[in-house]
């Protein structure tokens, strides 16, 4: 007699909870470390509820920080989850398929850490009910902010029913059908765009905010979420290839690596372009480039930000097109990490903070982030680290077949 889906499902939750409290030194050591992070940040969190967000380097002029600015980055790495789930699911390339899952995994891990920063840019948790539907003031369809609401949540949905699914089918014994998934993997690419461009758009449909104002933005946000997303999927394939006995082949990354080499290229493009409309020929709406680039009246304090995000993105791409460099992973692995540092100050200090300066009537306050702020940043990336390591802990096993439902063994465990 086969076992209800109910007591399936109670022995998975309970071999999860087993996977992810068991384990070597070294998995305790990194677990631990990123729980204390985490803590360290709930208490810079405690004093923001208390305090308010006077707290933090924003002000009046400039109220969108190091939260929206990481924010922002994350989407685009959420959103970089498709270029392991469109090649192994729609165009049939099995050099991915090992890959997709943990793209998955850190898919809903950034939209998790997108949310956390929602929440702490807001205040606190409690102003949450104003963008609940039905609750708060929605303002759909015509708020941009409702749009990034739904499809933010809609894509992390997403990412978590297509894995469960596929990972709670074969834990069951059993082949996963196509035709109950891939309905929704479709969904989930054209999905994945939107998330991106959603967010582009509510930037550039800010008129008073000149900077942000150009029909680019969206595809800068898709070509940079495109290469700093999937540089990040290397770092951690690599990862996870020297620490467990889950089998990515060299063809998977240096396939990834040329997604990312031409996602690059095309970037850096983008940036030349937006960089010759602001100075070629400059107008009043080009003084947040001017004080970005070069500082304004004596401001400067990003001008060090984005002219490291410039240098550092030049040299990833270069060593990406070199093709002895990329496919030797030796080296790939630091340059994907400068790569990815590039992006996350282009489209995190370099975007967001530069777009409030100056203010619409012409004044200039620099902003820097507290350490409350910076805290706070931190432990929600340990956060995202942490779901990730678990996510990824309870995946492979399933993937390799070494753990799976046995009727007598999961009886015992849940009477």
Same mark, same amino acid.
């Given at each position: 007699m086969s076992a209800s889906k109910s007591t399936i499902l109670k022995s998975f939750l309970l071999d999860a909870l087993d996977a992810v409290t068991k384990g070597g030194i070294r998995y305790h050591i990194w677990m631990a470390t990123l729980t204390l992070i985490m803590l360290v940040g709930a208490y810079a969190y405690s004093i923001q509820l208390e305090y308010g967000l006077q707290v933090t380097g924003m002000n009046d002029h400039v109220s969108w920080g190091l939260y929206i600015s990481n924010f922002t980055f994350l989407v685009g790495v959420a959103a970089a989850a498709v270029m392991l789930v469109l090649p192994t699911y729609i165009l049939k390339d099995m050099d991915f398929s090992k890959a997709v899952l943990i793209g998955e =995994? *850190? @898919?809903v891990s950034a939209l998790i850490m997108c949310l956390a920063f929602v929440t702490v840019d807001m205040g606190g948790p409690a102003r949450l009910w104003h963008i609940i539907p039905g609750i708060g003031v929605f303002n759909w369809p015509q708020s941009m902010l409702a749009w990034d609401v739904l499809v933010l949540n809609g894509? $992390? $949905? !997403? %990412?978590l029913l297509i894995p469960f699914y596929i990972l709670f089918t074969r834990y069951s014994n059993k082949t996963p059908e196509k035709k109950y998934y891939v309905p929704f993997v479709i969904l989930s690419v054209g999905w994945a765009f939107g998330i991106h461009l959603v967010t582009a758009f509510l930037y550039a449909g800010l008129i008073a905010k000149p900077f942000w104002n150009s029909s680019l933005l969206g595809p800068r946000f898709l070509a940079s979420a495109f290469a700093g997303g999937p540089a990040l999927m290397i770092i951690a394939l690599g990862v996870i290839r020297k620490f467990t006995i889950y089998d990515i082949k060299d063809e998977t990354i240096k396939k990834l690596a040329l997604i990312i080499t031409v996602a690059a290229q095309i970037n850096l493009v983008m940036l030349g372009s937006e960089i010759f409309k602001e100075f070629y020929a400059p107008t009043e709406? +080009? @003084? +947040?480039a001017m004080y970005l680039f070069f500082g304004l009246h004596g401001h400067n304090a990003l001008?060090?930000?984005i002219w490291t995000a410039i240098v550092l993105n030049i040299i990833a791409t270069v060593g990406l097109t070199l093709h002895p460099v990329r &496919? &030797? !992973? %030796?080296l790939l692995f630091p340059v994907c990490g400068l790569l990815f540092l590039a992006i996350w100050i282009e489209k995190g200090m370099g975007l967001i903070i530069p777009g409030f300066i100056p203010s619409p009537l012409g004044e200039i306050v620099d902003y820097s982030p507290t350490w409350v702020e910076i805290a706070i940043t931190v432990g929600i990336w @340990? *956060? =995202?680290a942490f779901v990730f390591t678990i996510l990824i802990r309870v995946a492979i096993p399933i993937e390799l077949g070494h753990t799976r439902y046995m009727a007598h063994t999961a009886d015992a465990k849940i009477k």
């Open positions: =995994g *850190m @898919a894509y $992390l $949905l !997403l %990412n709406h +080009s @003084a +947040s001008v060090p930000w &496919n &030797n !992973l %030796n @340990a *956060m =995202g």
